[in-house]
């Protein structure tokens, strides 16, 4: 099992551009989350699903939105970036109903916005 | 406001010795704590947990306190070894949700 794999490892975006960041999970996982670490601030949660089809907001999901059209991915997009976006990004999923609330994260994403 | 604070940003430890990490948060309706390691340029990776019905959870080197009435918890590693260098963030929220907030982490080295 590959866990949570994240796309892509490294980006620089110049400001105003777009991208899409891709979470997969192979361990069936009903919730999935994208996090932001930033120098200071340990893991800000920016969105989460608790399952397909659904999304919910974190503590700062302005600037980003997200999609969970399959039960294994989540993504999320960047419209227009700007250079307060400059973050590493982390993926995590967590299955539900089995006691165990441990976050599986993926290895992370280090996004530039100059 | 941060809920969740890690009021330490690294810590030395001597190879052998003892490793105590702190933790403190504010909302006395937490239920569940964590604690995750992270190494440079990986994503966190859990590391034990804790429920507010128990005030101790011990997985082989590692243990963690829970003072509930001090909002304050710890996680004690004996004896420390020099794989343990990373960051380790505590985490606390509602078992129910599935959310948690993360505080900024402490940095930890075992200096062999």
């Known amino acids: 099992n590959a866990g949570v794999t994240q796309t892509p490892k490294f980006r620089v975006l110049k400001t105003g551009q777009s991208m899409t960041l891709l979470c997969a999970q192979d361990?069936?996982?009903?919730?999935m989350y994208w996090y932001r670490q930033d120098p200071g601030m340990g893991l800000r949660l920016i969105h989460y699903?608790?399952?397909?089809?659904?999304?919910a907001k974190g503590e700062v999901p302005d600037g980003y939105n997200v999609s969970r059209l399959k039960k294994q991915n989540f993504l999320l997009g960047l419209e227009s970036a700007a250079p307060s976006q400059t973050s590493v990004y982390f993926c995590?999923?967590?299955?539900?109903?089995?006691?165990?609330?441990?976050?599986?994260f993926g290895p992370g994403t280090r996004l530039t916005v100059t | 406001d941060q809920q969740v604070k890690q009021n330490s940003p690294s810590l030395s430890v001597q190879e052998g010795r003892i490793s105590i990490l702190n933790c403190d948060y504010t909302?006395?309706?937490?239920?569940?704590f964590l604690w995750y390691k992270k190494y440079p340029a990986e994503g966190p990776t859990f590391l034990i947990s804790?429920?507010?019905?128990?005030d101790k959870n011990e997985d082989g080197r590692f243990t963690v306190f829970l003072n509930k009435s001090a909002k304050h918890l710890s996680l004690h590693i004996v004896p420390s070894q020099p794989g343990d260098s990373a960051v380790y963030f505590c985490?606390?929220?509602?078992?129910?949700?599935?959310?948690?907030?993360f505080g900024t982490g402490t940095r930890l080295k075992v200096l062999a």
């Open positions: 361990m069936n996982h009903e919730y």
């Open positions: 804790i429920s507010s019905i128990k």
């Open positions: 909302n006395s309706m937490f239920d569940y």
């Open positions: 995590a999923s967590s299955a539900r109903g089995t006691g165990s609330y441990e976050q599986y």
């Open positions: 985490a606390a929220g509602f078992s129910g949700t599935y959310k948690y907030i």
């Open positions: 699903s608790v399952g397909e089809g659904t999304t």
